[in-house]
């Protein structure tokens, strides 16, 4: 009854829907890689090229979101850790070039949230060129002719199993998909019928909830189903109906992504941009940077991607040396640490580091950002100090330390931090000695309301980050 395809054939799917959540539990989390053509062979390889090395390959160890850069409209590619992929919703125009250009050649999970044509234009493309395994909706059907055309790519392929949004979970490799309860059918608008998924890949969670309204959203906190997130996806675009505020404070977003084009609504609205800045979110948009990838890390951490290193990293087929040059050549990374975030100053004071392998290096860092007083009149009152937890004396000559906005310093040649020692580095100018530096600004550089402190090495690799 799983094998239900056809759209027209949705009850009998809906009373079996805990059967085939089960089932297509199993089927996406058991089945070998080897078995399925379309990407067997290629990914084995790479893992097993990296098989000596030390550090894990980021295509075991992360889920990648990307939101791809489709203009108006969402269109957003999940990558599970064995290379699993679920891409919910298509664009309004073809995006199978894009698709192919991120390495993505089979969809496991596709999931149309609602009908409307800046979610499934692309979708008929994308079910015609390529394997599908599941494709899922709200089980509500519609009249327009980009509708009618999606489910003739449908019919089509009798071999896509269909599954309605019902309350499940789904295994994507080691990630987790959970479908939130809908409002009931013919009880509100279309928006307001988005299939809404939970990701989870160990503490990091994401929601993506297509173009929910208030409505939905306060449906959603009453059944008390929004967790708190590592990563939004805006719902409606940033539209100021795309929020509330009981959703907010449940969500507590770390990071928001508004996938958003050219358009005639004023997406994203003010209104939302102001109140996902206030609740601490660092807010990325496609109509700026392009595609955005967010990286999570089964502890709850995050990297960012942006703009053209997407293809290349997702291309990289998760080795890491590729996603580190790619994300660093521009400066472009930022690595979230999950409890550090909305802990405010006091928790960055409070010598709380984040560590990140790199070379071996095993280093804390930790920002003091509020200076006694007016931090501007007062620069050399912030500093951020670096302290070796290793055995081994850990050279830091050519390394550079970086704030969000890319006020950067770089330790001089020669500059060495000793086992157990710590070094602090001052915002202000001042005489270095080997254990206080000075970055010579005359203003404040750390934000006392959030920023994050990256330490790069001489080549460019990030050795450790701390946000707070
Ligand atoms: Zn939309």
Redesign the pocket.
């Known amino acids: 009854m799983c094998s239900s395809n056809v759209p027209g054939t949705r009850s009998a799917v809906t009373a079996t829907a805990a059967m085939c959540a089960v089932l297509a539990g199993l089927a996406m989390a058991a089945l070998p890689q080897a078995a399925r053509g379309w990407d067997g062979a290629g990914r084995a390889g790479s893992r097993a090229a990296l098989a000596n090395t030390p550090l894990p390959s980021p295509a075991d160890t992360t889920l990648a979101i990307t939101f791809l850069d489709v203009g108006?409209?969402?269109a957003v590619l999940i990558r599970a850790p064995e290379g699993q992929t679920a891409l919910v919703d298509a664009g309004r125009g073809d995006i199978v070039p894009l698709l192919r250009e991120m390495g993505v050649d089979g969809i496991d999970l596709l999931v149309a949230t609602h009908p409307?044509a800046?979610?499934i234009g692309g979708m008929a493309d994308v079910i015609g060129s390529m394997p599908v395994r599941f494709y899922m909706d709200n089980g509500q059907p519609h009249t327009t002719a980009t509708y009618r055309r999606l489910l003739a790519a449908l019919e089509a392929r009798p071999e896509i199993t269909y599954l309605e949004a019902v309350p499940r979970t789904i295994s994507l490799g080691s990630a987790e998909i959970e479908v939130l309860p809908l409002l009931p059918q013919a009880t509100t608008d279309t928006n307001n019928r988005s299939v809404t998924l939970v990701v989870r890949f160990g503490s990091f969670t994401a929601l993506l909830s297509?173009?929910s309204e208030v409505r939905q959203l306060t449906h959603l906190v009453g059944q008390g189903v929004v967790p708190a997130l590592t990563l939004l996806k805006a719902p409606?675009?940033g539209s100021d109906n795309g929020f509330t505020w009981p959703f907010l404070k449940a969500a507590r977003p770390e990071v928001v992504v508004i996938s958003v084009g050219r358009n005639g609504y004023g997406h994203p609205r003010p209104a939302a941009l102001r109140a996902y800045a206030e609740v601490g979110a660092t807010v990325l948009r496609t109509d700026v940077a392009g595609h955005v990838a967010i990286l999570g890390f089964a502890g709850g951490d995050f990297g960012v991607v942006r703009g053209e290193q997407v293809a290349l990293v997702m291309r990289a087929g998760g080795e890491r040396s590729g996603i580190e040059s790619a994300v660093v050549a521009e400066g472009d990374a930022v690595v979230g640490a999950r409890g550090a975030a909305g802990a405010g100053v006091a928790a960055a004071a409070a010598a709380g580091g984040a560590g990140a392998a790199g070379g071996g290096a095993d280093l804390r860092l930790s920002v003091y950002a509020d200076a006694p007083g007016n931090d501007n009149r007062n620069p050399n009152g912030e500093y951020v100090v670096i302290q070796n937890l290793g055995a081994a004396a850990q050279a830091i000559g050519g390394w550079r330390l970086c704030d969000l906005a890319n006020h950067c310093f770089s330790f001089p040649a020669g500059a060495v931090l000793a086992p157990g020692a710590t070094i602090t580095l001052y915002s202000g100018p001042g005489r270095s000695d080997g254990s206080r530096y000075h970055m010579g600004y005359r203003r404040a550089v750390w934000n006392n309301n959030g920023d994050t402190a990256t330490l790069y090495d001489a080549r460019g690799a990030v050795v450790v980050a701390y946000r707070y």
């Open positions: 108006q409209g969402d409307h800046d979610h297509g173009d409606h675009h």
